[in-house]
């Protein structure tokens, strides 16, 4: 998934002091068939004084919808079932098919960032 688009929103968004995210599509949990997490916890300070990016190269890359789909689906089943983590780790994923997928969401910790 590409890592680099995540930080040019950010900065485009800090510099033009507009928000390109009407330019985005994103998939929520229910449109890429999320399971429920087993547990939840809610970020309790904002803003947030960091992001994290993190990349991911397993599964191999994804280019239309359903392999994305199919991608994120993958990711979760080895956080959820390997792991044994709550729920998929990450907030959001990007797709190479430019589509931002629903991880965790903006009000969540996830397991990537915890504290």
């Avoid at 629903?102 to 996830?110: I, Y």
Wanted: proline share 6%.
């Amino acid at each position: 998934m590409k890592s680099i688009l995540l930080p040019y929103l950010l900065c485009i968004t800090a510099a033009n002091g507009q928000s390109p995210c009407d330019e985005i599509s994103f998939v929520d949990r229910a449109g890429w068939g999320a399971r429920e997490p087993t547990s939840i916890t809610n970020l309790t300070r904002k803003p947030l004084s960091f992001y994290v990016i993190h990349h991911t190269y397993q599964p191999p890359n994804c280019y239309d919808d359903a392999s994305c789909i199919q991608r994120v689906k993958s990711i979760q089943d080895f956080h959820q079932l390997d792991r044994e983590w709550a729920d998929i780790g990450y907030h959001f994923l990007v797709g190479e098919n430019g589509k931002v997928y629903e991880g965790r969401g903006w009000n969540r910790q996830a397991a990537h960032s915890p504290g």
